[in-house]
C-alpha cells in the first residue's frame, strides 16, 4: 500500500526522525468517506481530506441549513463520487454570484453545492458524513453576519474571510 522506502525511512523528507509523519499523510490521502441524505437514497463518496473546511454564517447558508450557521468540506471534483438521482436548484447571493444546490428528490436532503467562487469544487455539509471525528473547521466566513451568541471552540485559531 505504501512504499517501503518511506515506511522504511529515518528521515520523511520532511525534517521528521522515522516515516510516521509520512504514512500519516499517505493516510489520509487514502482515507474515504460517504456522505448520504437522510433516505440513503443519494451519497457523495469523498476521497482524501478536504481542500477547505469551513463555517459560514451568510444568509444563504443559513436558510439552506434552518440553522444559525453552516460547517461545509470542500473537495476537489476529482475527490467525489456522486450516486443516486438528485434534483439542483440555482439562486443568487446578495453579492450576485451563482451557486448550485443538489438534494434528494426524495427526502430534500442537500448533500452537495458548488458556487462561483470556487470552479472545480464541491462542497459538502459536514453533517452529511455523520461522522463525529471529521476534522474541525480551519476557516470562518461571513462573521458580520455571526448570531452574537454563537463560539466556536477549536484547537487552532479560525481564519476569518
Known sequence: MWPAAIIGSRNDGWGNKSGAAAIERMKAMDRVRSAACACGQLTATCTGEPVRNSVCHCLSCKRRTGSAFA?????ADAQVAVAG???SRFRHNAEGRWSRTDFCPDCGS???YRIEGRPGMVTIPVGAFAEVDFPEPTVSVYGERR???VRLETAGAL???
Open 159 to 161: 481564519s476569518e474571510e
Open 71 to 75: 460547517w461545509n468540506a470542500t473537495f
Open 110 to 112: 442537500t448533500i452537495f
Open 147 to 149: 448570531h452574537p451568541w
Open 85 to 87: 438521482e438528485s434534483r
